[in-house]
T-cell receptor, first 115, second 111 residues
């Protein structure tokens, strides 16, 4: 069964450094998402992406964040200058239109630790 | 802003019992989804119910949606120890481009 994959599974970085989290969505999906989950808290929406542009973004997704689909298979989340509070699990998801709704399939996540 | 909130926050039951989790939200939605998350792992999609649907079944799962009360419930029948996980509801208000998750219910099923 096709699945969303994410790399790396764990990223440790120093405060102020740039990180790029990578995702490979399911191949025939057209809608892509990033979420984060701070340890012990709920999953928070960051951004959705369709047709090579951002569809929606949350207030968390400020100028320090950017997304890109650099080729036909990858979907990346870049954090330009990481802060301690960016430490979280980051999930990528993708979906297709299924008669009026979008069933999102999630990757296993990347655990980002900012020291 | 809309927010799905689950109750209870935590639930502990014996294997074989039924588990019911509830979710409330604040604004109009297009659909509502339930997800499962094992500790430290990714999210697994369980079931999606559209705003014009009232009940949906999938195996041992039964989901109801009451849009007049802005609430949904997830029933797991004949629970198993392997059902131990956190369960989240998530709502889409803008056609799927922005999904809002609730805080989740931690279910513990004792063997």
């Amino acid at each position: 069964e096709p699945e969303v994959t994410q790399t790396p599974s764990h990223q440790v970085t120093q405060m102020g450094q740039e990180v790029i989290l990578r995702c490979v969505p399911i191949s025939n999906h057209l809608y892509f998402y990033w979420y984060r989950q701070i340890l012990g808290q709920k999953v928070e929406f960051l951004v959705s992406f369709y047709n090579n542009e951002i569809s929606e973004k949350s207030e968390i997704f400020d100028d320090q964040f950017s997304v890109e689909r650099p080729d036909g298979s990858n979907f990346t989340l870049k954090i330009r200058s990481t802060k301690l509070e960016d430490s979280a699990m980051y999930f990528c998801a993708s979906s297709e239109w299924v008669t009026g709704a979008y069933e999102q399939y999630f990757g296993p996540g990347t655990r980002l630790t900012v020291t | 802003s809309q927010q799905g909130e689950e109750d209870p926050q935590a639930l502990s039951i014996q294997e074989g019992e039924n588990a019911t989790m509830n979710c409330s939200y604040k604004t109009s939605i297009n659909n509502l989804q339930w997800y499962r998350q094992n500790s430290g792992r990714g999210l697994v999609h369980l079931i999606l119910i559209r705003s014009n649907e009232r009940e949906k079944h999938s195996g041992r799962l039964r989901v109801t949606l009451d849009t007049s009360k802005k609430s949904s419930s997830l029933l797991i029948t004949a629970s198993r120890a392997a059902d131990t996980a956190s369960y989240f509801c998530a709502t889409d208000e803008t056609g799927g481009f922005k999904t809002i998750f609730g805080a989740g219910t931690r279910l513990f099923v004792k063997a």
